[in-house]
Nanobody, 126 residues
């Protein structure tokens, strides 16, 4: 049973930074492509960032490009989302997701991922 547990959320002022982590209980973390999604109150969940199994390929939503950075440490079975220059509109529950299936996929689509964490709250005050 694959479990993903996020940590590192909290309250930060606009312009500040936070790093959210996603710890995976898997045998071989490099077997999984990872993604980050977020859901703001009253809105649908949206894609934030993703990277390949090796971490060499990264993808970002236009709204976070240049401010957020996704990374992973396969030895620690952990993925990270570094969030800089945070804005009030970044306030949301941030969830990580893992994909085990091989082959090409639409990294921005929720259904492409096999496992999900429960999410962590990030609140940005103005």
């Amino acid at each position: 049973q694959v479990q993903l547990v996020e940590s590192g959320g909290g309250l930060v002022q606009a312009g500040g930074s936070l790093r959210v982590s996603c710890a995976a209980s898997v045998r071989t973390f490099s077997d999984y492509a990872m993604g980050w999604f977020r859901q703001a109150p009253g809105k649908e969940r949206e894609f934030v960032a993703a990277h390949s199994r090796s971490g060499l390929s990264t993808y970002y939503a236009d709204s976070v490009k240049g401010r957020f950075a996704i990374s992973r440490d396969n030895a620690k079975s952990t993925a990270y989302l570094q969030m800089n220059s945070l804005k009030p509109e970044d306030t949301a529950v941030y969830s990580c997701a893992a994909r085990f299936r091989l082959g090409g996929y639409s990294y921005w689509r929720e259904y492409e991922y096999d496992y999900w964490g429960r999410g962590v709250q990030v609140t940005v005050s103005s």
